[in-house]
T-cell receptor
């Protein structure tokens, strides 16, 4: 399977705990995106990487959130001191060299986070 | 600011009939792109169709076509010959200024009835 993969698919955690999610993009794609989707809404942009450089961060990404893509391949999204409002689906997507005009973003299956 | 509006929270259609899902957008950029994605209950976003703002013809991909009316800033998705497997959430999205990220609408839930 050469699509975008995410791990874990589901995560239940207690408020105040830290969680980390992983995304493995399509191997030749240099751009990687993180989105958050709450119930009944469309995905909202969080941040994106071009290779290992984090080029843009949304104001939604508070200081409790951090994302990395250390070698320009997989990426991790960490949430520290989770709050109930962090409960959502976290989606990862990757995009090839040609950018949006030559390709669509390929999405992973998402990680559903539930904070109790 | 860029914005996508989908005014239909839910739609239903009879199997084998055609259905139109509405999408309007707002942008001041002369060059932009519009996408439609399908999200089944499994959660994965599936790309359906793309329309560039300078494309002369409406985009088509199999049973999917995009009714692009630039002056009205609308990009409605038309699904012909609906199938039970088309039941899902459908999201309209737009490239923001700088073409670095997608902005999504709130989505429309489509139910196809046999």
């Amino acid at each position: 399977d050469t699509g975008v993969s995410q791990d874990p698919r589901h995560k239940i955690t207690k408020r105040g705990q830290n969680v980390t999610f992983r995304c493995d993009p399509i191997s030749e794609h240099n751009r990687l995106y993180w989105y958050r989707q709450t119930l009944g809404q469309g995905p909202e942009f969080l941040t994106y990487f071009q290779n290992e450089a984090q080029l843009e961060k949304s104001r939604l990404l508070s200081d409790r959130f951090s994302a990395e893509r250390p070698k320009g391949s997989f990426s991790t999204l960490e949430i520290q001191r989770t709050e109930q409002g962090d409960s959502a689906m976290y989606l990862c997507a990757s995009l090839g060299q040609g950018g949006h005009h030559q390709s669509e973003e390929y999405f992973g299956p998402g990680t559903r986070l539930t904070v109790t | 600011a860029q914005k996508i509006t989908q005014t239909q929270p839910g739609m239903f259609v009879q199997e084998k009939e055609a259905v139109t899902l509405d999408c309007t957008y707002d942008t001041s950029d002369p060059s932009y792109g519009l996408f439609w994605y399908k999200q089944p209950s499994s959660g994965e976003m599936i790309f359906l169709i793309y329309q560039g703002s300078y494309d002369q013809q409406n985009a088509t991909e199999g049973r999917y076509s995009l009714n692009f009316q630039k002056a009205r800033k609308s990009a409605n998705l038309v699904i012909s010959a609906s199938q039970l497997g088309d039941s899902a959430m459908y999201f309209c999205a737009m490239l923001s200024g700088g073409y670095n990220k997608l902005i999504f609408g709130a989505g429309t839930r489509l139910a196809v009835h046999p």
